[in-house]
Structure formats: structure tokens, C-alpha cells
């Protein structure tokens, strides 16, 4: 019986409790005919979580697991987070794992597998891939087992090792049958739902790892010495100070990929960008269709979009299917256009420098880099804590860059150590990994080029709702007491070193983007010193926070109580995560930004490990600095038409408090030449096209930053608009109407 951690979807809470006391929950394959089983976990501590995991956003294991597996020893942990989507609060997750020991009858290998479900049944896809995946990788790792038994009839098929050609093969062949038997499924529909899948087959018996990838999940490989604290404060703290080096085990099969490019549009498919699909920006080649913005001289991470409009596939004939990838189980449709669930494989013979092994969805990797992931799961000694706070950090990216946030799922593998003594290396060659349009190379990790570029850029749609918020922020007169608040009861001396720590700080955060050099200097000025003592909680989960913090010095947990539960204890909950600052590492996190945009319950609790030093930002004062230099700003601007040139400054302030912000999204037209005039507008943020047509000659012009149009508003003399004006990005504008500028003017 192969043991896994899958979701059972209708049987009823008394008939699991039942199968996970005895052990495992049966099932059998309808399509397949392979008898297989899902246990909870192989602890007693999953039975109350298998209860509970359809109620709260994260599955997780109750504690980190140990196996050892011929030569290896290891440590391993999972962590599953559900997705937040505002407009479908309860859309399952599409994630989904798998945990197999004593796989396939031998006790020395054990099989790890994520897979990333989309599409409308993407969840029941990911699910069946879970459990349909390493029955066939066990089906045709025994087929061959037992042919090469009869060859060599004095070995039994458990004595039997097979080359590393021989367990490719196998797990080549499992893919494509069960992407076959996904497409027979009769109670769900892959034809325009499928899944990812990356698997980590370790076999200890040779100290090996065959990794399979389909999709744009990933593998990574932690190498380097790591050096143990054996202090009691650091154990305690469940900490350790590492250099790790992240090798990437997988690559991405995106359109990113020139090779993968290639492959696709041999078919006849299409690679265009959703924006390029919807007319919102150019494609190069009109005639044929191929948009050279994805030819093989682009440079990643610098001409590609970064702000989550990847390059996807589609068919000539329509606008669709519109995958962000190149491979994947399922996706019948996509197949045609060259969607392939064909994996790419390494194998690999661990050794004595190898540390870790992460398999995670990409809901991992949209924000943040292999070396970053592998520096944060590096800090801990347990792979559990590493999950958490691997997760914690890109939920908290996600949330900060967009509205939602993706499915994020990993598993972490912490490899204690490698008896090489076991390995039979003479009989392991190392890996060729062969792609199209290469001869091959013998290496032992992937090739990191045309890897899918970390996002650096928040969505239209978080920008928005930021314009939106600060908008309302600035304008919102507030109540008594933050009317009677005073910026210069805060203010304090800094020195270079403080605003330099200061500034590197909220450079990272989005709530700052966009601030002028004046409000900058105020908010250095306006930051308060807070010291705090070892126990003293900053912030407590459930209660209106009213600042943001930076951290100077010291270490603070983040403490969460899981959704649906109470702090009974006064505990905070569980430690997903550890800040840590100092000035001589140049470390300083940040937490609590929303705080200063509105008045909402704290998401976690914020405790004080250490004595250390926080710097704070009140949210009235950053309103305050705000409202300042937006209007200081838009002083500057007017004071350069002729109109307002000589204006006294009481009445120029009247004019300035009366413009309104509106923010408007890329390929909308503001203004049309010929047009009643009726607003004067100033630009903020963002860019436009201005365009004159007279005599049949056409005039355009990009306005930027701090430029105006519609000046003719101010003017008694035209009633018309002179030229059409057309954002070319999200763009933010100051506009007051002509009605207000005549009565306040005149």
C-alpha cells in the first residue's frame, strides 16, 4: 500500500476516522485498474486536520517527518495555502501533493510530487494527477523491474536497480498515460483545465533523485555548508546562519523559453501577451502574426513586461486557450497547439554539499527568486518552519503586488546527511538532459536562462485600488482628532545613517512608490523611535492598527491564529515567520503598511524576541504629508501657465484644493479634439498620447509627469477641445471643471 496525503472529497468524517486509524484510505483507479491507497499522514495527529482541511485556507503537516532512505537521511514538511480571490471567496484550491514512502514496495525510495491545477477544474485535475501520477510512475518501474528480473533470474525485482535511461523512460511513459487517462475522466473536464506536475523520485539505495517536471512548477537544490548554531538561545529559536547556493532542478516550460517558442509555433500557434490580444499594445508583424517582442534576441527581465502579462499560446483561429505554458497534464485543446505533457528530467546523485530540496507551485515563484527561497528556508532547522515561512512571505507578496493572491503550495526536504559508502555510483552516469534544438550536455542541475522573470511590478488592478485608497486618504477630512493632529509634535532629529536606513526601507514598499523628494524628507522626519523590551508586543491579530512599522534592530515573530479559532492561551497562535534587523547585516523588514492607507484589523501579532528598535509612522502624519505635496506639486505646475502666473497665493491655494483625481487605465481616451471642452486636466502619474489634427496633418506628443492639456478651458475664447488625448498607461490626473476655474478665477 503506497501511502500519500490526498484529499478525500465525499467520504463521510466518521468512515475516515475509521480508515485512518487502520491506517490508509483505499481506492481504486476505475480507468487504471491500480489499487493504490492515500493515508492521512502515518501520525495520529492527521486525523483531526483531514476533519478540518476543507475549512481552513492551510493544509499542512502537523509536524516535520524523518525517513531514511538507504544512504539518506532526511527531514520533510508540506505546506499548502489557498488561494484569496475577493470575487469567489470559497474557490477551492487548486494545488494539490503527494507523499509516498516505501514507494513503489521498496523502503528505501520515496516519491514527492506538487501539481498546480487551472483552468475551471483545475482543482479535480490537480487531485487526479496526485493520485493517478506515482501509480503510474510505480506501474512501469515494476514493468521493467520484472523484465530485466527475467533476464537476470538469480535477482529478484527488489534486488533490481535500474539505469538511470531505464527509470526516465518509466517516468516518460507514466506522464503521457496519465494525461491520457485524464482526458477519459467522465466526471470532470480537462479540455480547457489541466495541471502541472513536478516530482522528486528519491531513490536511497544509490542516493539518487529523479526529477520530472510538466509545467512551470519548480525543483531547486540547496548546496553549501551550512553552520549550525549549537547555542540553547539559537535552538530555542529554532534558527541557523547558512550559505546556500539554490541550482535549479526544473526549468520553466513557458513561452519565455526560446526553444519552447520554437516547438509551439511550429504547430501554427500564436505567442502574444493578453494586452497584445485586446489591441492594448502593438504587434510587430501585422502580416504574419508573430510579434518579435518574443523573438530569440529579447532580454529577460528587462524588455519583457514584468507586471504579470506573461507571453501566452494561442490558436490561429480564435482567442484561445491563452496558456501561460508550454506543458502540462490535461488541457486537451492546448494540446493541438503543441501543450505537451512530455517531461523534462534530471537525475541526479546527491551528495555530501547538498542540504535542501524544495518542489513548490509557482504561486511561490512569482515574487520570489530560487536564491531567495533557499536563503529563507536556509534560517531554519526545521523544514516545517521553512514551509511556513516560504508561504508567509509570498502571500504577503502576492497580497502587496495584487488583489488576490495565487494557490501556494511546497515541500521542503532537508537532507541530514549522505552516506556515499551506499552509492553505487559506478553504475550511475550522470544525467543528459537533451531539449529541442540542443545536442545535450552532462550536467547536474537545469540551465537557469529564459527562466520566467520574477514579478517587480504591482497589477493594473492593485495600482488602481492604491490610487483609489490614497485618493480617498487625502481627501477624507477625518475625524476631530486627526484634524487637531500635529506633524510637528513628531518630529525629530535623524542622522544621515538613520534616513539612509529609512529610506532604503520604504523603498521596497509600494505604499511609498511615487512620493516627491519634500515628502520623503518629512516622513524621515516624522518617523518615531521606539524602543522595545524582549516580550513586548507590537501589534496584536484582530485589533486597528494606526502605524507602520520599520525594524532597526532586533528580532520579532510573526504570530498568526488560524482562521475559524481562538487565542485561548494569549499566545498569538503559531510563529509563521521571524524579522530580523540589524545595521551591520543592512537588514530592515517592514510591516503594517495597509495600516497607513485605513483602519482594519491586524492580520497577525507582532512579538518582540529580542530588546530592539522600531521606527513608526503614524497614519495621520502620512496623510498629512501626503495631501502637502500633492498640492505643492500641483502649485508648481500651474504657476507655470499664464493664467495663474501672478495669482495670489490664498487664491491659487483655492484653485489647487478644488482639483480633483481620477486615475484611468491604459488605452482610454480622455479628451477627443472637436469635442465640448469641460475639464483642464494635469497629469500625476502615468503617460498619454496627445494628438492635433489640423489641415490633415497630424501633431502627437507624449505627455509625462507634471504635463497639462485641455488649456483652453481656462480660456473664455474656445469651447472646444483642441486635440484627442489617449493614455498609453495606467495613468493618474488632477482635472478641475471650467465652471470652477471661471468662478474662481473671475
Not at 249 to 274: N, W
Not at 483 to 507: C, M, R, V, Y
Not at 657 to 677: H, L, P
Not at 683 to 710: P, Q, V
Request: proline fraction near 3%.
Amino acid at each position: 500500500l503506497y501511502v500519500s496525503f490526498l484529499k478525500p472529497e465525499k467520504d463521510t468524517p466518521s468512515l475516515i476516522n475509521f480508515l485512518v486509524k487502520m491506517g490508509c484510505i483505499c481506492s481504486k483507479d476505475e480507468d487504471t485498474g491500480i489499487e493504490t491507497s492515500a493515508a492521512a499522514s502515518g501520525t495520529r495527529k492527521r486525523d483531526s486536520h483531514l476533519l478540518k482541511h476543507r475549512e481552513s485556507r492551510i493544509e499542512t503537516a502537523q509536524e516535520s517527518k524523518t525517513a531514511v532512505l538507504g544512504g539518506l537521511k532526511i527531514r520533510y514538511a508540506y505546506l499548502s495555502q489557498r488561494g484569496y480571490y475577493p470575487d469567489d471567496a470559497d474557490k477551492p484550491n487548486q494545488d494539490a501533493y503527494a507523499d509516498i514512502p516505501g514507494f513503489s514496495g521498496n523502503q528505501d525510495d520515496q516519491f514527492f510530487a506538487v501539481f498546480d491545477g487551472h483552468g475551471r477544474d483545475g482543482d479535480k485535475c490537480a487531485q487526479f494527477a496526485a493520485k493517478s501520477l506515482p501509480m503510474f510512475v510505480s506501474k512501469y518501474v515494476e514493468k521493467l523491474k520484472l523484465k530485466e528480473e527475467q533476464k537476470q533470474e538469480a535477482l529478484s525485482s527488489k534486488q533490481i536497480e535500474l539505469s538511470k535511461d531505464q527509470l526516465q523512460a518509466a517516468c516518460l511513459t507514466a506522464h503521457v498515460q496519465c494525461n491520457r487517462a485524464m482526458h477519459k475522466r467522465k466526471d470532470f473536464d480537462d479540455s480547457l483545465s489541466g495541471t502541472t506536475a513536478i516530482s522528486c523520485f528519491i531513490h536511497g539505495a544509490r542516493n539518487r533523485i529523479t526529477i520530472s517536471n510538466v509545467g512551470d512548477s519548480r525543483a531547486i537544490l540547496g548546496q553549501g555548508g551550512l553552520k549550525n548554531s549549537t547555542s540553547d538561545d539559537d535552538r530555542n529559536k529554532n534558527k541557523t546562519s547558512a550559505n546556500i547556493r539554490a541550482l535549479p532542478l526544473s526549468r520553466d516550460q513557458t513561452p519565455y523559453r526560446r526553444d519552447e517558442r520554437t516547438r509551439i509555433r511550429a504547430t501554427g500557434a500564436r505567442i502574444l501577451s493578453l494586452d497584445q490580444m485586446e489591441g492594448l499594445e502593438p504587434i510587430n508583424d501585422e502580416v504574419t502574426g508573430i510579434d518579435t517582442t518574443w523573438d530569440d534576441d529579447i532580454v529577460l527581465g528587462e524588455e519583457i513586461d514584468e507586471g504579470g502579462d506573461p507571453p501566452r499560446v494561442w490558436s490561429p483561429d480564435g482567442e484561445y486557450p491563452g496558456t501561460a505554458f508550454t506543458r502540462s497534464l490535461g488541457d486537451v485543446i492546448a494540446e493541438e497547439l503543441g501543450v505537451s505533457a512530455e517531461p523534462e528530467m534530471v537525475t541526479r546523485e546527491l551528495n555530501k554539499d547538498d542540504k535542501i530540496i524544495v518542489l513548490a507551485s509557482d504561486g511561490v515563484f512569482e515574487f520570489l527568486t530560487n536564491q531567495s527561497v533557499m536563503d529563507i528556508c536556509a534560517k531554519f532547522k526545521d523544514p516545517l518552519e521553512a514551509c511556513r515561512a516560504v508561504v508567509a512571505e509570498s502571500y504577503e507578496l502576492w497580497l502587496q503586488y495584487e488583489l488576490r493572491t495565487d494557490d501556494i503550495t511546497m515541500v521542503c526536504i532537508f537532507i541530514d546527511s549522505v552516506d556515499t559508502s551506499v552509492s553505487r555510483s559506478s553504475l550511475l552516469k550522470k544525467s543528459i538532459i537533451n531539449f529541442e534544438n540542443t545536442t545535450g550536455d552532462n550536467v547536474d542541475a537545469m540551465p537557469s536562462e529564459d527562466t520566467k522573470p520574477v514579478r517587480k511590478y504591482i497589477s493594473i488592478e492593485k495600482t488602481k485600488q492604491l490610487e483609489t485608497m490614497r485618493e480617498s486618504m487625502i481627501h477624507d477630512i477625518g475625524d476631530e482628532l486627526e484634524q487637531d493632529f500635529d506633524l510637528t509634535d513628531l518630529f525629530t532629529e535623524k542622522s544621515d545613517d538613520d534616513k539612509l536606513l529609512i529610506g532604503e526601507a520604504i523603498k521596497a514598499s509600494i505604499i511609498f512608490q511615487n512620493i516627491s523628494k519634500n515628502q520623503r524628507e518629512l516622513i524621515y522626519g516624522v518617523m518615531e523611535p521606539i524602543n522595545v523590551k524582549k516580550g513586548d508586543w507590537i501589534i496584536r491579530q484582530g485589533t486597528v492598527g494606526d502605524r507602520f512599522y520599520i525594524i532597526d534592530h532586533g528580532q520579532f515573530e510573526v504570530r498568526i491564529v488560524p482562521e475559524g479559532e481562538e487565542d485561548t492561551n494569549g499566545n498569538g497562535g503559531n510563529t509563521v515567520h521571524v524579522y530580523c534587523g540589524s545595521r551591520d547585516t543592512n537588514a530592515h523588514p517592514c510591516f503594517g503598511e495597509l495600516a497607513l492607507m485605513y483602519s482594519a484589523p491586524r492580520a497577525a501579532s507582532i512579538l518582540a524576541q529580542t530588546d530592539g528598535q522600531l521606527w513608526g509612522l503614524h497614519r495621520y502624519a502620512f496623510k498629512k504629508i501626503l495631501a502637502s505635496g500633492e498640492r505643492l506639486g500641483l502649485s508648481k505646475v500651474l504657476k507655470d501657465i499664464d493664467v495663474f502666473d501672478k495669482m495670489e497665493a490664498e487664491k491659487l491655494e483655492n484653485i489647487v484644493s478644488s482639483f480633483e483625481e481620477i486615475t484611468i487605465g491604459r488605452g482610454e481616451t480622455i479628451v477627443k479634439q472637436g469635442d465640448a471642452s469641460e475639464y483642464f486636466y494635469v497629469i500625476a502619474s502615468g503617460a498619454c498620447d496627445m494628438t492635433i489634427i489640423n489641415d490633415g496633418e497630424e501633431t502627437k506628443t507624449r505627455l509625462k509627469a507634471n504635463d497639462y492639456f485641455a488649456q483652453e478651458v481656462l480660456s473664455s475664447e474656445s469651447s472646444k477641445y483642441s486635440a484627442t488625448v489617449v493614455t498609453v498607461s495606467l495613468t493618474t490626473f488632477l482635472k478641475i471643471k471650467k465652471l470652477v476655474v471661471n468662478r474662481l478665477v473671475n
